[in-house]
Nanobody
Framework: QVQLVESGGGLVQTGGSLRLSCAAS????????MGWFRQAPGKEREFVAA????????YYADSVKGRFTISRDDTKNTMYLQMNSLKPEDTAVYYC???????????????WGQGTQVTVSS
């Protein structure tokens, strides 16, 4: 079992930055691929970014490429999402997710956090 807790959300102006964190506990963090999803009001949850267990491979949705950076620090059992050049359309609840492979994280991850709200004002 893996427990995930997000933090770092908040209100920011267009063009601003935020860094989200996802703290993991339970099974060995370094063995798991990790990812971020988001869900805007009235929309389905969508994939944002993923990182392999080794940290060597990262994947991004087209909508965030070049603006968001996913990373992990296995010494802290924590994953991060650095979000720059934020836009109003980035407003959503952001969820971290985990599973044993990147393919599973991107599609149907087994483990989810409770979410953190990000609001970008225009």
């Amino acid at each position: 079992q893996v427990q995930l807790v997000e933090s770092g959300g908040g209100l920011v102006q267009t063009g601003g930055s935020l860094r989200l964190s996802c703290a993991a506990s339970g099974r060995t963090f370094s063995y798991y691929a990790m990812g971020w999803f988001r869900q805007a009001p009235g929309k389905e949850r969508e994939f944002v970014a993923a990182i392999s267990w080794s940290g060597d491979s990262t994947y991004y949705a087209d909508s965030v490429k070049g603006r968001f950076t996913i990373s992990r620090d296995d010494t802290k059992n924590t994953m991060y999402l650095q979000m720059n050049s934020l836009k109003p359309e980035d407003t959503a609840v952001y969820y971290c997710a985990s599973d044993q492979t990147v393919a599973a994280v991107v599609t149907t991850p087994d483990y989810w956090g409770q979410g953190t709200q990000v609001t970008v004002s225009s």
